[in-house]
């Protein structure tokens, strides 16, 4: 059995849950706090998720091109979760969640649960993205607190 791995990150948002969560559930902002050099080109997705969506993307990470496909589930006023479909993982499922602090701040948490494909090339990159995962959610929620300031 492969080896289940797990990470959390958590930030604060000086924004309302109903914000927060509009701004997750628009796939453009997707891209909007993908941190640089990757860049994230989005193929298929529509402009809100719903539940039963999927979203379709290339993450490229330098010259190499990862492809990802995510279903998309439980979408609600309290979070997502994107369950990947086709990826670098063997398995690899994201659970966005809005927390009310009061009527003006959310606390944002990403839970990844995911394991690496048994592949020498696969396993290696899913291997090397999960080791940027602090530094992804640390951009992540950067971005998102400077987006979400804005009028």
Known sequence: MAERLKFEHRFTVNAPVKKVAAFH?????????TPPPMVAIIHHAPQNLKSGDRMDF????G???????????DVS?????????????ETWVHRHAFERVDE???DV??????SFKRHPFWG?????????????????????R???RKP
């Open 25 to 33: 559930n628009d796939s453009a902002s997707m891209a909007a706090i």
């Open 58 to 61: 290339t993450l490229w990470a």
């Open 63 to 73: 010259p190499l091109p990862i492809r990802w496909v995510a279903g998309i589930e």
């Open 77 to 89: 006023p309290a979070g997502f979760t994107d369950r990947q479909v086709r990826g670098p993982y």
């Open 104 to 106: 003006t701040t959310t």
């Open 109 to 114: 948490v990403d839970r990844v649960e995911a």
């Open 124 to 144: 290696l990159i899913g291997r090397l993205m999960w080791a940027g995962m602090p530094l992804l959610f640390a951009y992540r929620g950067w971005r998102t």
């Open 146 to 148: 400077a987006l979400l």
